[in-house]
Each structure stands twice: as structure tokens, then as C-alpha cells.
């Protein structure tokens, strides 16, 4: 069992030593379905973690717009809206209002001159 423990991990490894090796058609064959399955193996473990390294990205992202959001918000309360918190409700019906407009218009978000002069006068 030790033997072929190590076989198996010297040849998944890539190492292969060669002191222990395959001797007749049946080895052969127990240890290239060996191969084979730990190399799918490797591949889809690979895939997992490449998956879950893009979701956390991902996830940092949006954190990121979020923090945008809240400044976006609190330069509104301090400079238009004399210091006072905007009222939740608003604050969503914008966040929404945002969103859709991004989602549904992303290559042209300010599109109108309105919108570009709207924003250029925030600080």
C-alpha cells in the first residue's frame, strides 16, 4: 500500500523517480487510469479555486461602487442638502435609479449634456 502510495505521488507530481514503476500490462493500465484521473482531478480543484479567487474579486468590486455610493451621498448632504442625512427612501429610489440606468445603458451613463453638466458641478 505504501509502494503504491508513493507511485502514485511521484508520478501525479510530475516527479516520477522511476524507482518504482510498472511492470506488467495491468500496472500499465492501473497507472495510466491513475494519471488520467488525478490529472481531471487537478483540472476541476483548479477550476474551483480560479471560480471562487473571480467571486471574491467580485464581491470587492461591489464593495468598492458601494463606497462610491456613500460618498456620492454624503457629498449631497453636506454640500445641497445642508448636513442633514437624505431620507432612506430617496437614498434607495437613487440607488435604484442608478443601477438601472447602468444596467441599461452602460456605454452611455451620461448621455445627455444635462446629466454631464449635473455632474460636473459635484465636487
Do not use: C
Amino acid at each position: 500500500m505504501v509502494i503504491s502510495l508513493y507511485f502514485a505521488l511521484t508520478s501525479l507530481s510530475t516527479v516520477g523517480l522511476g524507482d518504482y514503476y510498472p511492470i506488467n500490462d495491468e500496472e500499465r493500465l492501473v497507472g495510466g487510469f491513475l494519471l488520467l484521473s488525478g490529472g481531471a482531478v487537478f483540472a476541476f480543484m483548479s477550476g474551483l479555486l480560479i471560480d471562487a479567487i473571480m467571486h471574491l474579486n467580485k464581491f470587492d468590486r461591489e464593495f468598492d461602487d458601494g463606497d462610491e455610493l456613500n460618498k456620492f451621498f454624503d457629498t449631497l448632504k453636506r454640500n445641497f442638502n445642508g448636513g442633514v442625512d437624505i431620507k432612506l427612501k430617496l437614498r434607495l429610489e437613487i440607488t435604484e435609479f442608478l443601477d438601472d440606468r447602468w444596467k441599461n445603458n452602460k456605454t452611455n451613463f451620461l448621455g445627455n449634456e444635462e446629466d454631464q453638466m449635473l455632474m460636473s458641478q459635484l465636487p
